[in-house]
């Protein structure tokens, strides 16, 4: 076996040059057999479902990458009900989904009174299922009164753990310690806490992935979700290249490697820069895909990138492609919350 890929696997660790070889693509293969065997190891064939819900797509932030920033005026705004949330669970649950993810932009009406109550009537409901938070940063006391509420998870990307790069892709008022602290908060409240970074991101270099990966080491995270990077036309990012397919997944194998009891999705955007996105990351070492959920209205609205996938369809067909999608790739969904395994 390829020195770097054995060291690797047998350490959960490798050196910055070692990494950085790795990144140029000097074992493929062996990358991924290897991270495919740990997972295995692990989590066996089973795929783990999470019922994506994008509650808003109205932000206060104004992060360069992303099409729902503040400054785009072209973004046509909408916020879901509690009704129309609840409604996305039941549906959900039926289809066999154990997990939801709320997430939305940093809109200020989703206060933490009308958060808690929602959480409150979604864990009454269903108290077996995970309820995942994804909206963004906020103080610890809101954090706190999201837990108790009930909420079990919480995702917050990093994005990049290098500061410098961090302000060439955020508005001075972003700082990338406000992000750290936010994730630290998260893990002290007892949160299962998923982080991650986009990969080709406008001036990322293979020293700004290498902190990425050593930032995940020190938070130790259970999940932890990377995309490629992909423009949007709205944006002051709209004429950089998108982030590579092959780079991805290098990088979701040897977060496998790094990181063997981690929640790794095969992310939308993985789906959106190649037809066979996904299913190439399970392969890779991913073990979770998050099918969309959210009311067919808001999809299309949703849109942090151009050309974003399964906009159109409804969410019993989406769970239908994917079961048959993850099935031809030699993998099972499972109906299971999907906690960590530690
Ligand atoms: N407001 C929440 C949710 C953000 S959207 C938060 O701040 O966490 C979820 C993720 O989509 C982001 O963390 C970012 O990594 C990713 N994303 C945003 N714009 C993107 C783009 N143009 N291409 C690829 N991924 C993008």
């Keep these: 076996m390829n020195e770097n890929v054995k060291r690797l696997k047998e350490t959960c660790d490798l050196s910055d040059g070692a990494l950085k070889v790795l990144f140029a693509g000097e074992a493929d293969e062996e990358l991924r057999a290897a991270a495919d065997e740990v997972r295995r190891e692990v989590y066996g064939d089973a795929v783990y479902i999470r019922g994506l819900i994008e509650i808003s797509n109205i932000c206060r932030c104004d992060c360069c990458y992303c099409g729902i920033r503040r400054s785009n005026a072209k973004a046509d705004r ?25 997430q939305g932009g940093e809109d200020g009406a989703f206060t933490d009174e009308r958060l808690t109550a929602l959480i409150r009537e979604i864990k009454k409901e269903f108290p077996e299922d995970a309820v995942t938070l994804s909206l963004g940063e906020r103080s610890r006391e809101s954090y706190e009164k999201l837990r108790e509420a009930g909420a079990d998870r919480y995702l917050l990307r990093h994005e990049t753990a290098s500061p410098a790069h961090y302000a060439r892709l955020h508005p001075a008022s972003q700082t990338l310690e406000n992000r750290k602290r936010c994730l630290f908060d998260l893990k002290d409240l007892g949160y299962q806490v998923g982080s991650g970074f986009m990969v080709g991101s406008p001036y990322q270099t293979p020293d700004d992935l290498v902190a990425d990966l050593r930032f995940l080491k020190e938070l130790s995270p259970d999940m932890i979700g990377i995309g490629p990077f992909i423009h949007h036309r709205d944006t002051p990012f709209a004429g950089f290249p998108d982030g590579s397919l092959d780079l991805t997944l290098r990088l979701i194998s040897i977060l496998r490697l790094m990181f063997p009891h981690a929640l790794i999705p095969a992310t939308t955007a993985l789906g959106t820069v ?21 009311p067919a209205s808001a999809r299309k609205k949703y849109e942090l990138y151009d050309n974003k996938i399964c906009t159109g369809e409804e969410a019993a067909q989406c769970i239908e492609c994917l079961k048959s999608r993850v099935k031809n790739a030699g993998y099972n969904i499972v109906v299971d919350r999907g906690d960590v395994k530690k």
């Design 78 to 102: 909408y916020r879901l009900t509690d009704a129309e949330i609840l409604s996305c669970c039941r549906e959900g649950h039926a289809l066999g989904f154990r997990t939801f993810v709320l």
């Design 274 to 294: 190649a037809p066979d996105g996904r299913e190439r990351g399970l392969k890779a070492g991913a073990n979770v895909v998050m099918p969309n959920l959210s």
